[in-house]
């Protein structure tokens, strides 16, 4: 932001900046091939990014390898061998109800993964489409959007959640899915829209509206590009949340319902006090595994902050105090 | 100012008004009432007994009729009885979001005295090993279950050393219900809410300071040959933790609504606690007028933050004023 | 220039290099600057965007911001080496002896903070006012620069005020000290030319009245022409010609300060001619990034009379004439 560069309508970096709108750095100059290869390094030689990616890339590959690293099932009770101590047939024995809890570990992980995932695709994708669809089309159709992500924001999730689980007999995975998608959307179409309402005023945007291209091609070619990596950086802490989210409703019985497995509701059958001071095989590994994996998509978004937000790091701009 | 309040606070009604209808459509969506719950279905005639109340109760009359009526009856102050607990609602509600605001007030000054600080040191000594060592430590204080953060806490300080009390929000014995007993009730979830706040609050703390230090006027602040001191309080701080001003009004809100996962944990009779015991037994009455409540305190936490934002920063604006760490998900 | 030997300059910066050190790129946005700013004196610094400028004025001052640090060079005002100076003593002579204006003047003032306590501010810092006598006289100060009426105004707060009255705060601000030397740093762009003209009036009322040394950068060459007494003009980082305004006005001896002369006579004389494109210096190279430029003439690029010993070794700094200095292998 150094000097005013010479202006080219056509070129994104310099219309927006000049005009004093920045969409995120290091999108800025996204088109450009060297901006591309700049980013990918970045990327590539962030410390979070790669903790980040390592630790549910790690996790990811257990949950998915759980049928080559054990035998057992993780829904059948082995009714004569409840609560046992760690053995070599049960690894890490098994819970009142005759679960295997290694099983239950490893299975339960990717209840948990495929909620976060398939919960922050959902609700991102919402928020997108909800996002641009207020900050392209403005007036009412924005008023309604924006007082729809008020309401959801303003009926608490947890109370939402809580209440149609409670209503609802049976919570599925697929319902808990739905339900947590559809109130985790409004921080992704409240970013979405914020940034179209700035990028609609760009240049490079007014440019290609002059040039004739239509509002699909526009948004296609000129805006999404703008959208990923703030979208990027916030589907992580979506995720991470998400998870957090359904471990603590497991902890309190309202999450995924047993027999399926979550890290969740094995943490929730290990919650009296005598189970939590002499048996921590049940409860200390499903426990690691939701801290690591939320740990991991923090650090991810944290790095990726840092890539498409270079101001708060140490080569980018910065302050000093 | 006050003008601009009145106006808000008439805003909220329209938003009371859609919380309260999209309740009242889950509470009737879903199959069974608290009659399923409190009744023991083997009973002699249990369904002519059933007919009889419904008709009393007017159960069979149209959706929209029954809302009407409760919406009518709500703002004139009659929330009804609890099924369950056979008091009117009040007697429940009033208590609890007590209780919960205290929870609320209790959880914020210690996350805003043990974040706030921490933030501005790491700001202060901003890429040192000191800050990569605390910003290590936030994100995995961070990422902890709330839960497990509670339960060490619960078996350090209250089961093993008898310091706090494990539960409830009143004691026995002398002194049991004063100001002093209550806090000493809250103390435990406050704390471990606001370890893992802290971490979301240094965190923010730290970029805002150091945003707001990397700004023109600060250069020009240093320009005009003043001292640090000066420079750090009147031109980085003014400015940079007015965002976090805002932040502070929309968590009072929300945890001011109670908090599910907290007071299940601790057994604290809040608004949260509230509402898992009403969602067991059905017990309608008690659902709704939770959900008023908890949602007027976030809109009414919403309002505070605005009007905090505009007290701290002459530009009133208003976009941009979320965090990127969602604060009180748990 | 040089007559005034038995005096002593009030600014006298040598060899200053400022740069920029990220990961995998170093730019060299002050490379070896050699300025003298006399009593009385307004030298205009002029150049094109990106070479440098700011970061000179910012560098006197050591207040580079952080990925980028003086390097090398020294700057001696009042007998002291600024670059040397422990932090404490520089921060009493910043806003007493030196004067800044920044350059955008809505980010350079706190938003939260009403005009007349940032005025204000510096004079209770370095005046050892009370607070009633610095507000009293930041509104004098306001007034004089132009901010009428002055007592109201005061109370607003920047985003209130137009472009142009916010130039004229940071005005008072910077010379609410009467300081020696001032570094204005493009303090009139943005605004129309009757008003660019009230502020220079005031600018050089004031000069004359306190003898100050002024470092007016700008990019316009009619400012220049107006109130300054020597100019410098800066390409990438370095200094490539330094005369007296009269001396330069006649005949620019460095090739970028011809085309920067012929571009801007092509602006100022009609409308008709400047739709042709002027002699137009072709890519921009703004700071040097280091690589195989390095070595010789920055400007050898753009060139017109490229010679192969500008690309192979770099031009001497040379006194071309009296006071008249180049660096240009070709003069
Ligand atoms: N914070 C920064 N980080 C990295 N490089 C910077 C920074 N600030 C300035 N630069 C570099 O320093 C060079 C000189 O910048 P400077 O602001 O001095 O230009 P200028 O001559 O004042 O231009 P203008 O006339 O547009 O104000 C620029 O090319 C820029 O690349
Ligand atoms: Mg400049």
Not at chain 1, 137 to 163: E, H, K
Not at chain 2, 209 to 221: F, G, M, P, Q
Not at chain 2, 225 to 250: A, D, F, K, N
């Amino acid at each position: 932001m150094a000097g005013q560069r010479p202006v080219n309508l056509f070129a994104p970096e310099t219309g927006a900046g000049a005009r004093g709108i920045n969409p995120p750095a290091g999108l800025s100059a996204r088109r450009s091939a060297r901006g591309e290869e700049a980013l990918r390094w970045r990327l590539l030689h962030n410390p979070w990014v790669l903790c980040g990616a390592g630790g549910l890339l790690l996790v990811a590959g257990l949950c998915v390898c759980a049928p080559l690293l054990t035998g057992q099932s993780p829904v059948h009770q082995y009714l004569e061998n409840t609560d046992a101590p760690p053995s070599p047939v049960h690894w890490l024995g098994t819970d009142n109800s005759g679960f295997d809890l290694w099983a239950r570990d490893l299975y339960g992980g990717r209840t948990d993964l495929l909620l976060g995932l398939a919960g922050t695709l959902l609700s991102t994708g919402l928020g997108l489409g909800m996002g641009s669809l207020a900050g392209w089309r403005g007036g009412w159709v924005d008023g309604g959007v924006m007082r729809l992500c008020d309401l959801v924001l303003t009926f608490p999730s947890l109370l939402l959640v809580v209440v149609l689980a409670g209503v609802i007999h049976h919570v599925t995975v697929l319902l808990l899915l739905l339900l947590l998608s559809a109130t985790a959307w409004p921080p992704a179409a409240r970013l979405v829209r914020g940034l179209l309402l700035q990028l609609r005023q760009a240049d490079f945007v007014i440019a290609a509206r002059l040039a004739g291209a239509g509002p699909w091609r526009i948004w296609w070619r000129h805006l999404l590009p703008h959208l990923v990596g703030p979208l990027l950086v916030n589907a992580t802490f979506t995720a991470a949340n998400l998870m957090a989210v359904e471990g603590g409703l497991a902890v309190i019985g309202f999450g995924v319902q047993p027999p399926q497995p979550s890290w969740g509701n094995v943490i929730h059958s290990a919650l009296d006090y005598f189970t939590l001071q002499t048996e921590p095989w049940v409860w200390v590994p499903p426990t690691i595994g939701l801290s690591w994996t939320v740990m991991s998509l923090t650090c991810l978004g944290e790095g990726l902050r840092q890539v498409f937000h270079p101001e708060f790091t140490r080569h980018g701009r910065r302050g000093r105090v | 100012m006050v003008v601009y309040i009145v106006k808000r606070l008439f805003g909220m009604i329209p938003m009371l008004l859609a919380v309260t209808v999209v309740a009242f459509l889950l509470m009737h969506a879903a199959p069974g009432d608290a009659w399923d719950a409190l009744i023991n279905p083997s009973i002699k005639d249990v369904d002519q007994l059933r007919q009889v109340q419904a008709a009393a109760a007017g159960w069979n009359d149209p959706l929209w009729h029954q809302y009407v009526r409760w919406l009518g009856l709500f703002v004139q102050g009659q929330w009804g009885y609890s099924f369950a607990h056979h008091v009117p609602v009040w007697q429940l509600v009033g208590p609890a979001w007590l209780n919960s605001a205290l929870l609320a007030c209790c959880t914020e000054a210690l996350t805003l005295v043990i974040g706030v600080p921490l933030g501005l040191w790491q700001a202060y000594r901003a890429h040192s090993w000191w800050d990569h060592v605390w910003g290590g430590v936030s994100v995995v204080v961070y990422a902890l279950p709330f839960y497990v953060v509670a339960l060490v806490l619960l078996d350090a300080l209250a089961f093993h050393s008898h310091w706090l009390p494990a539960q409830g929000a009143v004691g026995t014995g002398p002194g049991a219900g004063s100001l002093g007993d209550r806090l000493r009730h809250a103390l435990l979830p406050a704390i471990s809410l606001a370890l893992v706040n802290s971490a979301v609050y240094s965190r923010y703390v730290r970029d805002a300071v150091l945003a707001a230090s990397a700004r023109d006027y600060v250069r020009t602040a240093r320009a005009k040959g003043l001292r640090e001191r000066t420079v750090y309080v009147r031109h980085v701080l003014r400015t940079g933790l007015s965002p976090l001003i805002t932040q502070l009004g929309l968590d009072l809100g929300a945890l001011a609504g109670g908090l599910v996962v907290a007071e299940g944990l601790f057994s604290y009779p809040g608004l949260g606690l509230l509402l898992l015991d009403a969602v067991h037994s059905r017990d309608s009455n008690v659902i709704l007028a939770v959900t008023v409540v908890t949602s007027s305190a976030v809109l009414i936490g919403n309002l505070l933050a605005d009007v905090l934002y505009a007290w701290a920063d002459p530009r009133v604006r208003t976009a941009g004023r979320e965090s990127q760490w969602p604060v009180n998900a748990r | 220039m040089t007559a005034r030997a038995e005096e002593v300059p009030l600014l006298r910066v040598r060899g200053l290099a400022t740069w920029f050190v990220e990961v995998g790129r170093v730019t060299r946005a002050v490379n070896g600057v050699d300025l003298t700013v006399w009593p009385g004196q307004v030298v205009g610094l002029v150049g094109e965007s990106g070479s440098g400028k700011s970061v000179t004025a910012l560098s006197i001052l050591r207040l580079v911001p952080p990925p980028g640090r003086v390097v090398a060079g020294e700057v001696w005002l009042q007998g002291c080496d600024l670059l040397r100076l422990p932090e404490r003593a520089l921060r009493a002579i910043r806003g007493r002896d030196i004067g800044y204006i920044a350059q955008d003047p809505l980010a350079a003032l706190n938003p939260v903070l009403t005009v007349g306590a940032q005025v204000a501010e510096v004079l209770r810092r370095h005046l050892r006012a009370t607070r009633r006598q610095a507000w009293l006289r930041a509104l004098e100060l306001l007034e004089q620069a132009g901010l009428a009426p002055a007592s109201a105004l005061a109370r607003a707060y920047p985003h209130q005020l137009s472009g142009g009255q916010r130039q004229r705060v940071l005005w008072a601000l910077a010379l609410a000290c009467r300081p020696p030397l001032l570094l204005a740093d493009e303090p009139t762009t943005a605004l129309d030319a009757t008003l660019q003209a009230d502020l220079l009036a005031r600018l050089q009322d004031w000069q004359r009245q306190t003898g100050s040394g002024v470092l007016l950068i700008t990019h316009d060459l009619a400012v220049v022409a107006a109130v300054a007494d020597v100019v410098a003009v800066m390409y990438a980082g370095q200094l490539v010609e330094w005369a007296a305004v009269e001396q330069l006005g006649l005949a620019p001896l460095h090739p970028y300060s011809q085309q920067l002369w012929q571009a801007a006579a092509h602006l100022y004389g009609g409308v008709a001619q400047a739709a042709k494109p002027a002699v137009t210096a072709a890519g921009a190279v703004a700071a040097d990034e280091g690589g195989a430029a390095a070595d010789g003439c920055r400007f050898a690029p753009r060139c017109p009379y490229v010679l192969p010993r500008c690309v192979e070794q770099p031009p001497p700094w040379r006194e071309v004439q009296r006071g008249h200095w180049v660096r240009c292998a070709l003069v």
